[in-house]
């Protein structure tokens, strides 16, 4: 945006230019975060239920880059451990590092067949899966368990029967992965279309959703100079890392 200045003001043009610049970008941040708000208000709704569906729903929530140009759901959503996992309808995968990466060589795993010991330098994706798939790795990871837990022992990796496996850089839902099986309805999972019907709402609500008087007043104060509000931010390097941390977690 280029503005020139005629007449005897005084003032310093380089610094007017640049708040006018950034009133005219907070305008658009207002607008921007309205209509991703509303959408994200229209996936919620259509995703109801528990397990799986819960743990998505959670982690969907707005998100939006520091200088506000763009927003976004993470496509991988840090949990506290795997026991908020449904062990009939998930299996996880470690990262082929550190102490990962010896139960990495026989991935997935049912979780609740991981061996609970701490897993130091490793991390672990879980991901949905139906119960006919969970229960043939089940089957094949009972061949392989003997081996792993001989591994662990020579390795000195203590594993505690009465506690949970936890691993040393964190448990991530593929949330990427649940949305396009949701949305797609690959086989063994319903259909739960939700994206497709938010982006439609957005072309038929977008000018009633901008017209709506709290915006206007926010509008009105970042004109005025007022700074938006905080929110959750994530980088570009953070979604990059997410995304390799999936990659080579998951073949």
Not at 95 to 120: K, L, Q, V
Not at 195 to 222: F, M, Q, T
Request: zero cysteines; a positive charge.
């Amino acid at each position: 945006m280029t503005i020139s200045l005629t007449g005897g003001w005084k003032g310093d043009a380089k610094n007017l230019k640049k708040d006018l610049k950034r009133r005219l970008e907070n305008v658009g941040r207002e607008l921007g975060r309205q209509v991703a708000t509303q959408t994200t208000r229209i996936v919620h709704k259509r995703l109801k239920g528990s397990g799986w569906i819960k743990i998505y729903r959670d982690a969907i929530f707005y998100r939006e880059t520091p200088d506000g140009a763009e927003w976004a759901v993470a496509g991988l959503s840090q949990e506290e451990g795997l026991s908020r996992f449904p062990a009939t309808t998930s299996l996880a995968s470690f990262t082929p590092a550190g102490d990962g990466r010896w139960p990495a060589e026989y991935n997935p795993w049912p979780i609740d067949m991981i061996p609970p010991a701490y897993y130091r330098g490793s991390s672990i994706i879980v991901r949905n899966a139906s119960e006919s798939a969970v229960e043939g790795y089940r089957d094949a990871r009972s061949r392989n368990l003997p081996t792993l837990l001989d591994v662990l022992a020579e390795r000195g990796i203590m594993v505690n029967d009465g506690g949970f496996p936890v691993a040393d850089n964190g448990v991530f839902a593929d949330i990427a992965y649940l949305a396009r099986r949701l949305e797609l309805g690959y086989p063994g999972f319903a259909r739960v279309p939700h994206w497709g019907p938010a982006a439609s709402a957005v072309k038929s609500s977008i000018n009633g959703w901008l017209s709506e008087p709290k915006l206007l007043r926010l509008v009105d104060d970042a004109i005025k100079g007022a700074e938006p509000k905080q929110v959750p931010q994530m980088t570009k390097a953070e979604s990059s890392d997410l995304a390799r941390l999936r990659e080579a977690t998951w073949p």
